[in-house]
Nanobody
């Protein structure tokens, strides 16, 4: 079992930057793939970025590629999402997820492949 707690959200202006953090509990964090997803009002949860258990492989949605960077520090049991050049359409609640099959599967962008979720952190981008 692992618990995830996101932080770092807030209200920013178009073009600003934010860094989200997701702190995990539990002893097996380093074997989990980790992902960031977001959900805007009235929309389904969508994939943003994911990182392999080792940190060697990352993947991004087309909408954030080149602007967002996912990273992790297994010694701190934390995954980060650096968000640059934020746009109005990035406004959403951001969730981190953990895939406990990280040692056996490829990094996934599907919410159904993630076993644990945090409570989310709100990111609002204004003009």
């Amino acid at each position: 079992q692992v618990q995830l707690v996101e932080s770092g959200g807030g209200l920013v202006q178009d073009g600003d930057s934010l860094r989200l953090s997701c702190a995990a509990s539990g002893r097996t964090f380093s074997s989990y793939h980790m992902g960031w997803f977001r959900q805007a009002p009235g929309k389904e949860r969508e994939f943003v970025a994911a990182i392999s258990w080792s940190g060697h492989m990352t993947t991004y949605s087309d909408s954030v590629k080149g602007r967002f960077t996912i990273s992790r520090d297994n010694t701190k049991k934390t995954v980060y999402l650096q968000m640059n050049s934020l746009k109005l359409e990035d406004t959403a609640v951001y969730y981190c997820g953990a895939d406990r099959e990280g040692l056996f599967t490829a990094v996934s962008g599907l919410p159904a492949d993630y076993d644990y979720w945090g409570q989310g952190t709100q990111v609002t981008v204004s003009s």
